[in-house]
C-alpha cells in the first residue's frame, strides 16, 4: 500500500472515530496494510476501547517495534498489562516510558498529531501503583517521592493523595490515558488528497452558434473549396435577452428598486417605460435606470473592428427623470416585466443595511412597534433578537423608548437608512467531565473527573473553550460528554 493510500485509510478511520463509529474505525485501520506506529497505536487505544486486552497488547507490541521511544506506546502497554493484573510487566513499561522522557519533565505529542501531554509524574505515580500491587511498598514510596521533583503544579493534589494512600498502604486508582484520543495524520498532507481544478470549468457566454455548449480551444472548421473572396455580412450575437445598451454616465440610485452602474457597463434594457426610465438586468441583477444614460449598443462581428476606440465621455450626465408617481417597473413571475404599485406619499421607504440589504414600507410618523414589526417579518425574527441603529457603528440605537420623531428627521425624499443587527437564542450547552484533565499551559482549563463545564465556544473540532468552577479556558473534547437535555 502507498503512502498516499495509507494516508487516505488512517483520515478516514479517525473520521469515523471522531463520529463515535468504533467498530468501523477500527475495521478500516486493520485493512492498513503497513501500519506505522502511531496507527499501531489507535488501534490498540481501541482494543482498549472495546476491552479487547489481548489484542491491545499485540497492537502496542508493534508500536513499540516501530518506534522504541514512543513513551505514550509504553505508558499504555504498561496500562494493558495493569488490566491484565501482570503487574511486573506493568512496572517494566512505566520504567521504559520513564526513561523516553531522558528527563523531561513532560512530552506534548500535539506536534505529532496527537492532542495529549505524557507528564513523568503520572509515569512515576503508576509505577508506584504497579509496585504497591506487588507488595513492595518502599519502593513505591521512593517512586512518588520522586515524582515530587517531576510535579507539575496541576499535578501537585494528584501525587499529594497517592502518597498518603502509599504511606497507609492503601491503593489508588491508575492515571489512564483517554482512549479516545487518537494520533491523526498532518493535516497538510491530507489537504493535498484532494484534486484541486485551478482552471475551473470555462462557460459560453455569447456565441454566433445556436446552443453552443463548446469550451476550450476552436474546434477544427470544415474547409470550403472556392470559398467567397469577401467576408459574410455581420452576423448579431445572440443576447441572452433584452437588447444591449451601453452606460454613458455614472448613476447613484436613491431607491431600493433602481440599479446602479457605471460608464462603459453592458446592460441589457428589458423594458422602457413612458417616463424615460429603463427596467435592465446587469450581472445578474436587475433594476430601473434613467434611459437618457444609455445607448443603444450594436454588437455584431463588424462592431470588432472598431474595438477598443471608447467614445469620450467628456460631458456632463442629463438630468435625471422623474418618476411617475406610485408606478414603476418589475418582473412578473412569468418573467415579463410590468407595472407595480409604489408606496403612496404617506409612506416611507426604509433602507435597512443587513447581511443583504432589503426595503420595508412604513407610513408616516408611525411609532417604533410598526417599524420593528415590519423588520421583523421580513427576517422572520422575533423583535427581541432585532437592533436597529441610525449609524454604521451600531452606536445610535433605536428601541420603544426613542423619540422616533428623531428618526423621521433623517429622512430624505422619502427615505430612511437603517443598520440592523441581530442576535438569536442561544442554546446552553453542559458538558460532564469523563476523565480529569490538568495541564501546564496557562490557557487550558483544568479539570476533575466528574466536574461541570459549560461550553462558551467551539475552537474547533477537537478542543473546546468552557467555564467550569469559576475559571475560563480551553479543554479538549474527548476528555467529556454532553449532558442531554441541554436547555435553550
Known sequence: MSFVDTLRQWDKAVTCADRQEWSEALSIFLSIQEPNSKIYFDIGCLHLLNQDLDDAEKAFDCSIRKDEHLAVAFFQRGITFYKKKRYEESSDDFQRAFKALRGNQLIDYKALGLRYILYACEVLHNLALAEAQLGNWEKAQENLVKALDYKTDAKLSLIDRALQSILKQKLFKPVEFPLKMLFKPNK??????????????????????????????????????????????????????????????????????????????????????????????????????????????????????????????????????????????????????????????????????????????????????????????????????????????????????????????HASRGHVTLWCTTKEPQKEIHFVALHSYESSNPEDLNFQEGDMIKLLSRVNEDWFEGQSNGKTGIFPAAFVEELPGNKQ
Open 188 to 409: 497538510h498532507y491530507v489537504a493535498e488528497l484532494e484534486k484541486k481544478d485551478y482552471l475551473g470549468k470555462a462557460k459560453v457566454v455569447a456565441s454566433v452558434v445556436p446552443q453552443d455548449e463548446f469550451s476550450g480551444f476552436a474546434p477544427l472548421q470544415p474547409q470550403v473549396e472556392d470559398g467567397p473572396t469577401s467576408p459574410k455580412e455581420p452576423e448579431v450575437l445572440r443576447a441572452l435577452e433584452g437588447e444591449p445598451h451601453t452606460v454613458l454616465f455614472e448613476f447613484d440610485p436613491e431607491t431600493s428598486d433602481e440599479l446602479a452602474v457605471v460608464p462603459g457597463n453592458i446592460v441589457f434594457v428589458l423594458q422602457k417605460g413612458d417616463d424615460n426610465w429603463a427596467y435592465v438586468v446587469f450581472n445578474e441583477r436587475r433594476g430601473l435606470v434613467p434611459y437618457n444614460y444609455l445607448e443603444r449598443l450594436e454588437i455584431s462581428l463588424a462592431s470588432n473592428q472598431h474595438k477598443g476606440l471608447a467614445r469620450p465621455l467628456s460631458r456632463e450626465p442629463p438630468t435625471r427623470p422623474e418618476r411617475t408617481p406610485g408606478l414603476t417597473l418589475a418582473e412578473s413571475s412569468s418573467g415579463r416585466t410590468q407595472q407595480v404599485v409604489q408606496p403612496t406619499d404617506s409612506s416611507y421607504i426604509f433602507k435597512i443595511h443587513f447581511t443583504f440589504n432589503f426595503a420595508v414600507s412604513v407610513p408616516h410618523e408611525s411609532p417604533y412597534a410598526v417599524l420593528i414589526g415590519k423588520v421583523s417579518k421580513k427576517l422572520t425574527l422575533p423583535t427581541t433578537a432585532i437592533s436597529l441603529s441610525c449609524d454604521a457603528n451600531g452606536k445610535s440605537l433605536i428601541d420603544a423608548n426613542t423619540d422616533m420623531k428623531d428618526v423621521w428627521r
